[in-house]
Structure formats: C-alpha cells, structure tokens
C-alpha cells in the first residue's frame, strides 16, 4: 500500500519544488546541528502512534544522511527524501511500532 500523496507544491520560503507526502507532523530542523537533528526528530515520533507520518525539514549533509539512516536503525520506516536548490532536504518517516 503507497502512503498518500499531496500533489506537487512550491514551498516558496523554503525553496523546495517536490511532490510532498502528507504527514501527520511537520518539524523543522534546518536551523540545528547534529547530533540535535535526530533528537528533535525523535522526540517528535515519541508523539507520533505507531504508523503516523513525520515530515521533518533539515539542512546540511550530515543531517540529510544520519537522520534517516537512524531512524531506519530504530524501525523506522522512510519514505522520502527530497533535496531542495537551497540545501533544504524533506525527509518523511513513517513511525514504526
């Protein structure tokens, strides 16, 4: 079964040009440093129930590679990363049980 999807929008402040999946939270991690990217995207799942949809907003390579690598790590499913002109990256996970 594929998650719902938005159709595709220009998030004219944060740069970014995607289809975004819908999510039942959205954070914004742009402006922190790991390894308080994934913190704040964990406290954010503890909130979720098992099979909602986290969008979570980051900046820079290291969060873009280490937050979905260990949200997978903690059972986590992701279902999009997607990279914006201006260094942005939407990541979307799926909370697992």
């Known amino acids: 079964m594929r998650p719902p999807q938005a159709p595709a929008t220009d998030n004219a402040t944060a ?5 975004r999946l ?5 954070i914004d991690v742009a ?4 390894p308080m990217t994934y913190v704040r995207t964990r406290l954010a799942l503890d909130r979720l129930q098992a099979g909602q949809v986290l ?12 937050v979905p690598e260990t949200a997978r790590l903690q059972g986590h499913e992701v279902l999009e990363e997607a990279a914006g002109e ?7 996970i799926r909370k697992g049980k």
Do not use: F, P
């Not at 740069?15 to 289809?19: Q, S």
């Not at 900046?59 to 590679?65: F, H, I, L, M, P």
């Open 31 to 34: 402006s922190e440093i790991c």
């Open 86 to 92: 201006d260094g942005l990256v939407r990541v979307v």
């Open 15 to 19: 740069g970014l040009k995607y289809a």
């Open 55 to 66: 969008g979570v907003m980051l900046r820079g390579e290291e969060a873009a590679r280490s």
């Open 22 to 26: 819908a999510a039942d939270l959205e």
